[in-house]
């Protein structure tokens, strides 16, 4: 069955503290893995798209990862407007996103 | 500025009204979306619209009714809601095809049945 898990559930840091975020997968032909910021009350925001093992993307303080098993959303020195609620989602062989629950990240000054 | 466009941003609607939810794209997608998210959880697939056709109904109840008059707009028709059915309603828009294609949203319509 496939499968999305998102690690930590929420997670607090000094402002300029870096971390990462997780995203596990089980996907049967993995197409693509999305990664989306969602501020409260709003749709969520594309981020980046991952396509294969081992590539990686960056915006800002944001890169994200890929393996064959998980992704991986490293955060360098945050700022407070970083807060947010981080989705993972992927696409198998069936077109329809998996979203993962998400990781509430907050910021503090 | 976004180019997925979601209008009302709130809603409030009793269990007898009809109303409707209206979403509009600019980015040239053929593929459009409906999703219901309740609070920190997910957004949960309703419909998938390509090229103008209903290619899936994810078993949602009829009184939710989708529309797509055109390439650009897409439309949510809610008859006879529980309360239940509040939520956040999103509209996304994407390339369309098997693809992996990233979805765009719009800010969403907070809907609340009373």
């Known amino acids: 069955e496939d499968q999305v898990t998102q690690s930590p559930e929420a997670l607090r840091l000094q402002e300029g503290e870096s971390s990462s975020l997780n995203c596990s997968y089980t996907?049967?032909?993995?197409?693509?893995l999305f990664w989306y910021r969602q501020d409260p009350g709003k749709g969520p925001e594309f981020l980046f798209t991952?396509?294969?093992?081992?590539e990686e993307k960056e915006k800002e303080r944001l890169k994200a990862t890929l393996t064959k098993k998980e992704s991986f959303l490293h955060i360098t020195a945050p700022k407070p407007e970083d807060s947010a609620t981080y989705l993972c989602?992927?696409?198998?062989?069936?077109?329809?996103?998996?979203w993962g629950a998400g990781t509430k990240l907050i910021i503090k000054p | 500025d976004t180019e997925v466009t979601q209008t009302p941003k709130h809603l409030v609607m009793g269990m007898t009204n009809k109303k409707s939810l209206k979403c509009e794209q600019h980015?040239?997608?053929?593929?459009m979306y409906w999703y219901k998210q309740k609070a920190k959880k997910p957004p949960e697939l309703m419909f998938v619209?390509?090229?103008?056709?209903?290619?899936i109904n994810e078993s949602v109840p009829s009184r939710f009714s989708p529309e797509c008059p055109n390439s650009s707009l897409l439309n949510l028709h809610l008859h006879a809601l529980q309360p239940e059915d509040s939520a956040l309603y999103l509209c996304?828009?994407?390339?369309?095809?098997?693809?992996?294609?990233?979805?765009?949203f719009g800010p969403g319509t907070r809907l609340t049945v009373t």
């Open positions: 980015m040239g997608h053929r593929a």
């Open positions: 989602a992927v696409q198998g062989s069936n077109y329809q996103l998996i």
């Open positions: 996907v049967s032909g993995l197409r693509g």
């Open positions: 991952l396509y294969s093992a081992g």
């Open positions: 996304a828009s994407s390339q369309p095809g098997q693809g992996a294609h990233e979805q765009y």
């Open positions: 619209y390509s090229y103008e056709k209903l290619s």
